[in-house]
């Protein structure tokens, strides 16, 4: 079966892309709108604007690959796709995290997990954020457009033996679960989503609003990465956007600089690319709020034996949920997690469980019986987890400062006993919390003595993350927030924000539907700005 590839369909009609690798002299270009950053929120505003008639310069620091790149090959995915090759890691060394870094973003990557912005967020923040035009009935036309465009529907095959088991362990405890929505359209259902899409059925960004964009006379600049937005006198509009080009690796600068001028400047490099942008540029910002506030959400994981081959890693990535755990009240100090299933591919599994040497060997040699659970953490609703802060090294490359609080910790015990004790009533022989001192234990008794004694220190258990928000969030003045309700900077009147950085605390469920339908929001009230005048 011949699979249709967008990407040289559109290079061979002509779009308007330009791979700073090549470049051979300096590059100076001008546009109505330059949007820097080509995901979830570059892709979605790039598609609207340009569809208006806005003449758009889309600008990537990663190459624009397409779907006969990607082989299902996690040696050559990781460091093509993804920030730091998969690598990035926060000050402490403490959380990992997945960001892609490639034309669409960590669209390319993710594993299709859809969820609304749940309401209980957004309550949070109208009643104690100030928020308080974020209601679930302002925001639902935009969430409804977002998964007409992107193709979120309910899943109809049957979950993998992967996720079959989480649901089957939520049962026979009487946990509430429920189906994965995906944004996905003819899946071939091979599992390998966090490679990206061979078969381009994932409605990312690379194969739905760039190529559209494309076609309605935007230009995208690949392989440039911004460095500084260069303000008026007086710091109220940004005037030049500086970039440089690089290398075909996408990592060294070549010594082509490029030179972006606009009437409206974008901002969607993601929630440590985009406060690394503002903070280069020492916008003004007088309360200091750039940068901080950044959220994840923490994930720790729990592995599991089963008698029964389970093949984590073939099948759609996620599929079954519990937000059995999440509901829990704001501002008593317990933070709330929901339970997914990632996939586990032999590389991601090497790097995560425990041990070294005949040890560690012996664990990968079980993987085709492994059954492997998630707890997302919700971050950011009670004072004792505030999240972290996104700072500048001394080359302004950026770097997430994350301690995890005793609140945080206190939420990893529990889920990982949460964990422990659904893969146990699911039917598993062993089960093995991610902490370096675990071992696997035969019983749910011997996991909650195991599990209740173990040390929580970075590095010694495993925490990761896929999902950084915050950074340069919205409120309702610019004494709370370094952007308004729509995106648009407090102080820098051409300035919008377009991408997850906006959120103001973690969404509390994957934000990829959340960032799309606040985009569409933020870039129709920019297009109505600019018709406006």
């Not at 992967?162 to 089957?168: R, T």
Request: proline share 5%.
């Amino acid at each position: 079966m011949s699979i249709v590839d967008p990407i040289a369909e559109g290079l061979a009609r002509g779009w308007k892309v330009t791979d700073g690798a090549t470049l051979t002299g300096d590059l100076s270009l001008s546009a109505d709108v330059v949007i820097v950053g080509s995901g979830a929120g570059g892709g979605m505003t790039a598609e609207r604007l340009a569809k208006a008639g806005l003449s758009v310069i889309l600008v990537e620091e990663g190459a624009l690959r397409s779907s006969r790149d990607f082989r299902l090959d996690e040696a050559k995915a990781y460091p093509e796709l993804y920030q730091e090759a998969a690598n990035r890691q926060t000050a402490d060394k403490g959380i990992t995290i997945l960001q892609g870094r490639t034309v669409g973003g960590s669209t390319v990557v993710n594993w299709t997990s859809s969820f609304r912005t749940p309401p209980e967020t957004l309550a949070y923040w109208r009643d104690w954020l100030g928020l308080k035009d974020l209601t679930d009935a302002a925001l639902a036309p935009w969430f409804e457009l977002a998964e007409q465009r992107l193709s979120v529907s309910d899943w109809q095959i049957e979950p993998n033996p992967n996720n079959s088991l989480l649901g089957k362990g939520c049962e026979a405890l009487g946990i509430s679960h429920g189906r994965v929505r995906r944004n996905v359209k003819g899946c071939w259902n091979l599992g390998y989503c966090g490679m990206g899409c061979p078969t381009n059925a994932k409605q990312s960004m690379l194969v739905t609003t760039i190529p559209d964009a494309l076609d309605a006379s935007a230009r995208l600049l690949t392989r440039v990465r911004v460095e500084r937005l260069l303000t008026s006198e007086d710091g109220s509009r940004v005037e030049l956007v500086g970039a440089v080009a690089l290398d075909a690796t996408g990592i060294r600068p070549t010594g082509r600089m490029v030179t972006l001028r606009a009437k409206e400047i974008v901002l969607s490099a993601g929630a440590i690319g985009t406060p690394a942008i503002l903070l280069r540029s020492q916008l003004k910002d007088p309360l200091r709020l750039t940068g901080t506030r950044t959220f994840l959400h923490p994930v720790c994981l729990s592995g599991a034996q089963f008698a029964e081959r389970v093949e984590p890693f073939n099948g759609a990535p996620q599929t079954v949920y519990s937000d059995h755990f999440l509901r829990v009240d704001a501002i008593d100090g317990a933070v709330g997690y929901k339970l997914e299933v990632p996939p586990v591919h032999p590389m991601l599994a090497a790097v995560t469980l425990c041990g070294f040497g005949q040890r560690h060997a012996e664990l990968m040699q079980t993987l085709p019986n492994m059954q492997v659970t998630l707890a997302l953490l919700r971050d950011g609703f009670n004072p004792g987890s505030m999240g972290g802060k996104v700072v500048l090294r001394d080359d302004g490359t950026p770097v997430l400062d994350y301690p995890i609080s005793d609140t945080l910790w206190d939420g990893i015990r529990r889920a990982w006993l949460t964990m422990a004790e659904v893969q146990f009533a699911a039917g598993a022989q062993s089960v093995l919390t991610m902490h370096e001192l675990a071992r696997p234990v035969k019983s749910w008794a011997e996991a909650k003595r195991q599990i209740n004694n173990l040390p929580l220190k970075p590095v010694l258990a495993r925490v990761v993350s896929a999902h950084v928000m915050g950074g340069a969030a919205m409120g309702p003045d610019e004494q709370s927030g370094v952007v308004n309700a729509f995106g648009q900077h407090w102080q820098v009147k051409n300035l919008t924000v377009i991408d997850g950085s906006v959120f103001p605390t973690s969404i509390g469920a994957n934000p990829q539907l959340s960032v799309y339908a606040f985009a569409l929001r933020a870039a129709d009230a920019l297009q109505k700005r600019m018709a406006g005048g």
